[in-house]
């Protein structure tokens, strides 16, 4: 089940905020947690059994945890921080890696929630959770589960134990999920089906700036519906009385793949900052040590989206162009006009996100080269006829992607407009995918 389907807009989730506000206080996490089970077993029934085994393996090594502390055995300690390290990893190692089993959705997610746990609770960040239905409503919370934000139980252990639902946030809530719905369904559907036109032609039919084209409207469809998903995760969490942290900050307004990066699937760099790259040293010990981290978070944020080499190859791209900021183009960036670095950030982007979309590296290459100018022609009919068709929607997606209609997402009107033209596109849509159900 996907939120941009009827049955979830018409069915899941109104029965579930009619049974959650009836529902005493003390009973809503139970309410969340059995909802959020049916609402994974919809499509994942096999999986249920493995998502549950690694959130009460994380609720009992938290326990073990919060007992070794007290009686002062940091052996203890650290071997339950290190089993639990190693079972998670292994068991996203082998569903999502070994190429011989289907990959559950959103164990990507629900990974990292469960170990940033169990490490919060060996730092002494946070204590253990005595409740075992309020952290399996953490774990397997419906609004986030499937493409986050990756959420740290020390942001919303305050929330899980007390949390009052009210109208101005309830109301918040429902314009944030009315416009996340109108991205994913009006925006990223709409610009996606040019990014399909576009990967559907042969080679004979290709120009550069059909292949431009392209990747520029896979990085549209990519930002909205992503950034759509997380407006709607974030708008019904906050229905349920929880505020989870922004995920996306336009990105595409970013004059640095520095501040792109700071912009972009933040909850995910702030988890890899937080146990990765700071436990490694960070910035501390030197520069030759820092580029050393870098490239190790950059070669594992790859891997974490999939086990293809044009996956390790995006991520160390990425690590190598903030290496080179880090070491000096950043001091030019700050020099040279606004213009020019948002273009060079830009190219960067689409450069990169072009070798991320395709299914393996000599694809993502030959696409480069056609960016490049491998068609041998710049323009053709091919390209006249997307850019009559697509040239408005495209213009709009771009505005859009540069915050230019920001304050309009604060108006009631446009909720309820987004919803009811989201809806009936719904009605007869045969093309409604999810990007990221790949990872």
């Known amino acids: ?78 071997a339950v921080l290190c089993e639990s390290i190693l079972v998670n990893l292994s068991l996203l190692g082998v ?17 990292f929630q469960t170990m940033s746990y169990t490490i919060d609770v060996y730092r002494g960040e946070v204590p253990a959770q005595k409740d075992p239905v309020a952290f399996g409503a953490y774990v397997s919370m419906f609004p986030q589960l499937i493409a986050g934000p990756i959420v740290k139980y020390k942001d919303v252990a305050r929330e899980l134990e007390h949390r009052t639902p009210n109208w101005k946030d309830g109301c918040a809530g429902v314009g944030r999920f009315c416009v996340g719905l109108g991205k994913k369904v009006l925006l990223a559907n709409q610009i996606g089906l040019l990014w399909e036109r576009v990967c559907a032609l042969s080679p004979a039919q290709m120009s550069t700036a059909t292949a431009w084209l392209g990747s520029g409207a ?57 146990y990765v790259y700071i436990p490694l040293g960070g910035n501390r010990k030197g520069r030759a040590v820092q580029i050393r981290n870098l490239l190790i978070v950059w070669a594992l944020t790859g891997i974490w989206h999939g086990r293809g080499w044009n996956f390790l190859v995006w ?47 000599p694809q993502g290459l030959n696409r480069l080269a056609m960016l490049a100018g491998s068609a041998g022609r710049f323009w053709n009919g091919e390209t006249v006829w997307l850019l009559s068709n697509y040239g408005i929607l495209f213009a709009v997606c771009v505005a859009g992607a540069a915050g230019l209609g920001k304050r309009l ?22 093309y409604n995918p999810f990007l990221y159900f790949r990872f």
């Open 315 to 361: 991520g160390l791209y990425f690590g190598l162009l903030l290496i080179l900021e880090k070491c000096f183009l950043s001091a030019w960036l700050e020099r040279c006009p606004k213009i020019c670095g948002h273009l060079y950030t830009m190219s960067a982007v689409l450069a990169g996100m072009t070798v991320f979309a395709l299914d393996s590296l």
């Open 218 to 274: 896979y990085v549209l469809q990519l930002y909205f519906d992503f950034s759509g998903y997380s407006d709607m995760a974030v708008g019904m969490a906050e229905m349920a009385g929880f505020h989870l942290r922004e995920n996306f900050n336009y990105p595409y307004c970013s004059r640095s793949i520095t501040e792109f990066w700071r912009r972009w699937h933040i909850s995910l760099g702030q988890w890899f900052r937080d």
């Open 409 to 430: 997402a604060g108006y009631p009107a446009v909720w309820a407009l987004s919803f009811v033209l989201s809806v009936a596109y719904l009605v007869d849509a045969s």
């Open 95 to 111: 569903f999502k890696y070994s190429g011989f089993l289907p990959l559950p959705v959103g164990i990507s997610f629900y990974t």
């Open 1 to 78: 089940m996907v939120f941009s389907s009827l049955i979830f807009l018409f069915r899941f989730f109104p029965a579930f905020l009619t049974v959650y506000f009836l529902a005493p206080d003390r009973c809503r996490n139970l309410v969340l947690f059995l909802a959020s089970l049916v609402f994974y077993a919809w499509g994942e029934p096999v999986f249920i059994g493995l998502m549950l085994f690694s959130s009460f393996l994380d609720y009992g090594n938290g326990r073990l945890l919060e007992y070794a502390r007290g009686k002062g055995s940091g052996v203890l300690a650290k």
